[in-house]
Each structure stands twice: as C-alpha cells, then as structure tokens.
C-alpha cells in the first residue's frame, strides 16, 4: 500500500565515524559544487531528480550522509557516488570502523 503513494526513495542514515568532517564536508561542496547548495543543517546540495544532506553529530564524532531522490536506481547510484566521495577523504576515529 504504502508503494503506491511513494514520491521519492531514501538511502536511511548512513553514519560515519571520521576525525575530519569539516575537510569532507569542503570536499563534498567542491565535488557537487553544480548543484544547489544550501548550508542551513550541513551541507545540502539538489539536483533536480536527487538531492543529499551531510551532516555532523553534535554529540559524537559522526559525519552523517542521506541520499533521496525521485527514482530507486538514480538513488543507488548516487547513494554509491557520494559514499566513493566521502571514503576517499575520510580519516576513521581510531579503532572505530565505519
């Protein structure tokens, strides 16, 4: 039922446990810098079929990405894009994993 009335698909919360969020975040704004970008809750950028918010844990060291978009393959794909993006710059906490 609930399919039926489905607008857009969402990755869920993905969280990373990094040591340098402020150097993806500038990573990510310069990478996606042809889309809209919007800096009110971290870094937002729309396009006009997806869009992705990134932002950081007041309370943890966690950077966290969702992904939405219009289509379930645009999202995955995307999805997979932005994470690529964010591992190629990410410094783990010590003995933390992902």
Known sequence: LVEEYRR???SGEINYRVSN???ILETLKA???DGELSELDGVAIT???WRFNTRTSNTEPLL??????????VMETKR???????KS??????GSGH
């Open 21 to 23: 969020a402020k150097e």
């Open 80 to 86: 997979d894009e932005v994470i690529a993006k964010i």
């Open 64 to 73: 966290r990405l969702n992904v939405e978009a219009y289509d379930k393959s």
């Open 31 to 33: 990478s996606f810098a």
């Open 47 to 49: 396009y006009p079929d």
């Open 89 to 94: 710059v990410a410094k783990e906490v010590e």
């Open 8 to 10: 857009s698909y969402e």
